[in-house]
C-alpha cells in the first residue's frame, strides 16, 4: 500500500485496525520491520547509500521486497543508465520495477534501454537467499558476494 506521506498513517492504521497483524486482509501495509504487519519492503533506490544492505538483510530476514530499476525519464536522459537497474538486480530483492520492459521504449530518447534478465527468463536464483537447489536460473552475482 503505497498512499503517500500525508495519508499514510491513517491507511495503514485503517488496515491494521483489529488485525495487527493483517491476517486474513488482502494488503500490503507500508511499516518497519518487526512491526506485526510489516511483511513488505519498498526501498526504490539499491544506489543509494547502505539501501542494497537493507535490502539484502531484510529478504534474508523473510521479508518481500520491491526496488526499481529505474527513474522515469531521469535514467534514461542521464549519464549513469544502468547504474540502478545494476545494482537493483543484483540487490536481491523480489521485485524490480521498470518503466524501461521492452527494447525500443527508451528509442525516442536517443537511449537503448532495457530492463530484462538473460535469455529473456522472467525469473532467477535469489542472489541473497536461493537454496543451493535453485539451479537452471542464473544469478548476477555469486550467493552472499558484495557489490
Given at each position: 500500500?503505497?498512499?503517500?506521506?500525508?495519508?499514510?498513517?491513517?491507511?495503514?492504521?485503517?488496515?491494521?485496525?483489529?488485525?495487527?497483524?493483517?491476517?486474513?486482509?488482502?494488503?500490503?501495509?507500508?511499516?518497519?520491520?518487526?512491526?506485526?504487519?510489516?511483511?513488505?519492503?519498498?526501498?526504490?533506490?539499491?544506489?543509494?547509500?547502505?539501501?542494497?544492505?537493507?535490502?539484502?538483510?531484510?529478504?534474508?530476514?523473510?521479508?518481500?521486497?520491491?526496488?526499481?530499476?529505474?527513474?522515469?525519464?531521469?535514467t534514461v536522459v542521464g549519464k549513469n543508465v544502468t547504474g540502478m537497474r545494476?545494482?537493483?538486480?543484483?540487490?536481491?530483492?523480489?521485485?524490480?520495477?521498470?518503466?524501461?520492459?521492452?527494447?525500443?521504449?527508451?528509442?525516442?530518447?536517443?537511449?537503448?534501454?532495457?530492463?530484462?534478465?538473460?535469455?529473456?527468463?522472467?525469473?532467477?536464483?535469489?542472489?541473497?537467499?536461493?537454496?543451493?537447489?535453485?539451479?537452471?536460473?542464473?544469478?548476477?552475482?555469486?550467493?552472499?558476494?558484495?557489490?
Amino acid at each position: 500500500m503505497d498512499d503517500g506521506p500525508k495519508t499514510l498513517g491513517l491507511v495503514r492504521n485503517a488496515s491494521v485496525e483489529g488485525r495487527p497483524s493483517l491476517e486474513g486482509r488482502v494488503v500490503f501495509t507500508q511499516s518497519a520491520p518487526g512491526e506485526a504487519d510489516c511483511a513488505f519492503r519498498k526501498l526504490n533506490d539499491a544506489t543509494k547509500g547502505d539501501v542494497v544492505a537493507t535490502i539484502r538483510e531484510d529478504v534474508a530476514r523473510g521479508y518481500w521486497v520491491r526496488t526499481r530499476a529505474d527513474i522515469p525519464i531521469e535514467t534514461v536522459v542521464g549519464k549513469n543508465v544502468t547504474g540502478m537497474r545494476d545494482a537493483a538486480l543484483r540487490s536481491g530483492a523480489q521485485v524490480v520495477s521498470t518503466d524501461w520492459p521492452a527494447w525500443g521504449m527508451s528509442a525516442r530518447y536517443n537511449v537503448d534501454y532495457v530492463v530484462a534478465l538473460e535469455g529473456g527468463r522472467t525469473a532467477r536464483c535469489n542472489p541473497v537467499n536461493a537454496p543451493e537447489s535453485c539451479t537452471g536460473l542464473p544469478t548476477l552475482e555469486a550467493k552472499g558476494q558484495e557489490l
